[in-house]
């Protein structure tokens, strides 16, 4: 969904794509693609739908749960300014949005969203009163029913027109699934309405499956304008349809200049042609005039469906596309439909041979905005010149966008991958600001709640470019005196101009003059590579400077502890890949090793004749069950944005949520931050910049890389940890502990703080296994091929495993084979059915197990099967293998696997 904030329309300056000169930019000027360079504006977003952008550059986005929220793009502050009482159940909530074409004067805003006690899409107009929507403002100007009974395809996207029509993305509520077996969904049976796309899409008198097309009028009102699909009376269809003949177009956009409407449709899942008709496409579409686009009986270049008795299953004759007829029992509406047009670009889950460019793989089609190239605007962030006139396209389930190059006619030119090199994760919502800064919403891995979701700016840069430092070492942690070897060998710069090096250490902690002050920084290198030794203990600050030509520079550090060894810390039970029973204590047995504190093993310290580690250091050592999703859930995990970022830096080296490691606990700082909102900006720049004295001596090194968006959702999240943040522990060698929650896996990990030595700090390690539940769910699989996991109330978890392609496998990696007599698979198909197949390996690997699947005519009604496994030792990987080489796709669904014991 791409708005415009121009005066008096959006359309004529956001939309616009400019150059990047701060002066004129020749129209010929030559695109670099490494110049296009992405940063992050704000994180800690939660199922993020479409952002809009007011004409002093405020952000406006919606999320999925009713939240409206302002991001500053400048500093990336985020606030909720407002939440809508919405259901979420199905695709439903808060889905789309849209400013006011004189929001700058009126400050109204449109909100399209699934109210709790209406069975159907609101659009409303509310005001921004204070900085805060106004829930009692609302204007409610439009609205349409949709049967909640099934899932699926409520779309959802607003978009105003250059001539202030208010543009509505409508999707066709209709049941893709079950016995349309990823085909048109034609289902005329009593009481299977849902599952019949020709009651909304095809159908004149629904608004469903369409794009409509209002003027909204100051008193709360609409008006109907010329030009849509249908007479104003209503005669023959709604007279707000613009565009019918819709699947799921769930991100419009229009073009500012010429007013034509594009938008992404949502294509079927079937994999290959078949008797009733072509595989699955998704569609990116244009629409100059008013008209519809063919669903449920047309697809890509209007390839034709069969008209298929549900009944007895008959596959009958398709339409033509130049006179399509509803004859559905479920049609409320015309009998004879408009002419159905031709998608402009189109493609199927496999590669295309008409528009290659958009590789393969899951398909969610979504339009963006079109870009004009405006020679006059200084912006300093504009695009070049080459995108003028051009569609921005985007893939939420390929995780790319691409540019459409149009002709003077608005017809398809060229069609190019931007910024190939450069993956968007599921791109959900993009639309450039005043600047000609590229803004694009990052959902996440998944459909869930992502603590990678997130929004980026794209700006393209001229002029020299800031090197990029990169260090790294090795042996940076030890007895003195140590020999360290550092490299800048990942350093480089964008313009490929030579760079120059500076190493530099400053000794800390114990190492102060006798006037209080660290020591002098020293110069220890100027070489890419290089090798160092420390004679004296301390704790080092290693920073690198790069240096370009010009005088442009980067730096980074990192640090070096000489005078301290890092501990060691084996699990000799249980073991990486066993099984644990949820509710059952995990039993454990540690041995710890450190070249100071001596080790744990008693008969070890005697034939060494080394100190034994006594059992007063349990209370330095914390075992901790840790629940663990997997596989597409990983990234899912419900895990706040700054732990998740904690968790990809360096901060759990020396910090833990509520006991001391090398520095304070999360608790204790929260503790000692509590109502003192001052603080966090503190605290974000000393993350940033690096601090010492505040918490003792040890130096707390710089965290340049994280931009202050990141460091704030950081310290934001140390800031909430509680005394009941940990998870369940236990201490000591030899002991166990009971693992709290549901889960399928968990992380065992076993960190040992040792005693330091002398004013030398102490440092951790930790020791880590991952122990599974013998009743794993299929999407928990560490790899999963020719298939994908899918959301349904019936299946276990919430997902099964689905859309099984012949040759599809799931794998489970470390699995303890002398653990394993049988597995029992809980299944279901009402496609082609098939076999299963366990093997060892790899999908050709000596084959255990299997079992046939019979089609059992319902998708969801899971049933089991046991498999016997041929008896195996050792661990290995176990691939769950798909066979069905005649259909070879829509086999079966997946939810569950339980891994039994051998008897």
Not at 136 to 157: I, P, V
Not at 573 to 601: C, I, Y
Not at 656 to 677: S, T
């Amino acid at each position: 969904m791409l708005h415009w904030i121009s005066t008096p329309f959006r359309g004529f300056t956001l939309s616009l794509c400019f150059s990047v000169l701060a002066t004129t930019v020749a129209v010929g000027e030559p695109v670099d693609p490494s110049r296009f360079e992405k940063s992050t504006i704000a994180g800690n977003l939660v199922q993020p739908m479409e952002l809009d952008i007011a004409p002093d550059g405020r952000i406006f986005l919606i999320e999925l749960a009713g939240v409206l929220k302002r991001i500053d793009p400048k500093s990336g502050d985020v606030d909720v300014i407002g939440k809508l009482e919405v259901t979420t159940a199905q695709e439903n909530g808060l889905i789309g949005l849209a400013l006011d074409p004189h929001f700058a004067e009126n400050n109204w805003v449109y909100l399209q969203y699934s109210p709790p006690d209406f069975p159907g899409q609101r659009i409303s107009r509310f005001t921004i009163v204070d900085d805060q929507l106004d829930l009692q403002s609302e204007k409610r100007l439009f609205s349409y029913e949709e049967q909640r009974r099934e899932c699926c395809h409520h779309a959802g996207s607003l978009e105003f027109g250059p001539d202030g029509n208010l543009y509505i993305g409508t999707g066709d509520n209709t049941n893709p699934f079950n016995d349309s077996q990823g085909y048109a969904p034609l289902d005329e049976r009593a009481d299977r309405e849902p599952w019949d796309a020709q009651r909304t899409a095809g159908n004149t008198k629904s608004y469903n499956g369409k794009v409509l097309r209002i003027h909204p009028e100051p008193d709360g009102t609409y008006t109907i304008p010329d030009g849509n699909l249908f007479p104003k009376d209503g005669s023959i269809g709604h007279p707000e349809i613009y565009v019918m003949g819709c699947r799921n177009p769930w991100r419009i956009n229009i073009d500012s200049r010429t007013g034509y409407l594009y938008w992404g449709d949502v294509g079927p899942d079937a994999g290959r042609d078949g008797d009733r008709g072509p595989r699955g496409y998704d569609e990116v579409n244009q629409a100059r005039v008013a008209g519809n686009f063919g669903w449920p009986y047309f697809i890509g270049n209007n390839q034709a469906y069969s008209i298929v008795d549900f009944v007895t299953g008959t596959v009958g004759a398709s339409q033509d596309p130049a006179a399509p007829i509803n004859d559905s029992v479920n049609n409320a509406g015309a009998k004879n439909l408009p002419p159905a047009n031709p998608a402009m670009i189109y493609y199927p889950a496999a590669t295309s041979e008409i528009f290659p460019e958009v590789g393969s793989g899951g398909r969610t089609a979504c339009a963006g905005p079109v870009c004009y190239f405006d020679e006059s605007n200084p912006s300093t962030t504009k695009f070049p010149a080459a995108y003028d006139r051009t569609l921005f396209a985007y893939e939420w389930s390929r995780h790319w966008i691409i540019a459409v190059h149009l002709d003077q006619d608005s017809n398809v030119q060229q069609l190019e991958r931007f910024m190939p090199e450069t993956t968007f994760v599921r791109p959900i919502d993009l639309q450039f600001d005043a600047e000609g800064a590229l803004f694009v919403i990052e959902y996440g891995e998944t459909w869930g709640v992502n603590p990678d979701a997130r929004l980026v700016r794209i700006d393209y840069v001229r002029g020299n470019r800031a090197p990029v430092a990169a260090a790294s070492v090795q042996n940076s942690v030890g007895r003195e005196p140590i020999e360290t070897h550092f490299s800048a060998e990942g350093s480089f710069d964008k313009d490929g101009d030579p760079l120059s090096y500076r190493w530099t250490a400053t000794r800390s902690s114990a190492t102060e003059s006798s006037n209080g002050q660290t020591e002098q920084r020293e110069l220890i290198g100027s070489q890419a590579r290089f090798t160092h030794q420390f004679a004296d203990a301390g704790v080092y600050t290693i920073e690198l400077e790069v240096r370009d030509p010009a005088g442009a520079t980067s730096v980074t550090s990192l640090p070096v502890i000489v005078g301290n060894s890092r501990p060691e810390v084996e699990f000799l039970r249980p073991h990486d890949g066993d099984f644990f029973t949820p509710g059952q204590p995990v039993g454990f047995s540690l041995v710890v090793r450190d070249h100071e504190d001596g080790t744990s093993d008693f008969d070890e310290a005697e034939e060494r004749e080394i100190d034994p580690i006594d059992s007063a250091a349990a209370t330095r050592l914390f075992v901790e069950a840790v629940p663990v999703a997997s596989g597409e859930d990983a990234a899912a995990e419900n895990v706040p944005a700054g732990l998740a970022l904690i968790r990809k830096s360096d901060c759990l080296n020396c910090h833990a949520a509520n006991r001391l490691l090398v520095g304070p606990a999360f608790v204790e700082i929260a503790k000692k931050y509590k109502d003192q909102p001052h603080q966090l900006e503190l605290s974000i720049k000393r993350v940033i910049e690096g601090s010492t004295g505040v918490w003792g001596k040890v130096a707390m090194l710089p965290h340049s890389q994280h931009t202050p968006s990141e460091v704030q959702q950081m310290v934001e999240y140390v800031f909430s940890v509680s005394p009941d943040s940990a998870n369940p522990s236990a201490q000591g060698f030899n002991n166990s502990l009971i693992p709290a929650g549901k889960t399928d896996q968990i992380r065992l990990e076993a960190t040992y703080t040792d005693r330091g030595r002398d004013d030398i700090p102490k440092l951790s390690a930790t020791g880590v296994v991952m122990l599974r539940s013998r009743q794993l769910q299929a999407e928990s699989a560490a790899e999963i091929k020719g298939a994908r996991p899918l959301g349904s109330s019936k299946a276990e978890g919430g997902k099964f495993v689905g859309a099984i392609e012949h040759d599809g496998f799931l794998r489970f990696d470390k699995i303890p084979l002398d653990q394993v007599g049988s597995i029992t698979v809980r299944v279901a198909s009402a496609g082609a059915g098939g076999d299963i197949e366990i093997r060892r390996g790899s999908v050709t690997g000596d084959l255990l197990g299997g079992t046939p699947v019979e089609v059992n005519g319902d998708w969801e009604a899971f049933y089991e099967k046991t498999i016997k496994l041929t008896e195996s030792d050792a661990r290995d990987a176990l691939y769950v293998v798909f066979k069905n080489a005649e259909k070879r796709g829509g086999l079966m669904n997946l939810d569950s696997l339980r891994f039994e014991p051998r008897r």
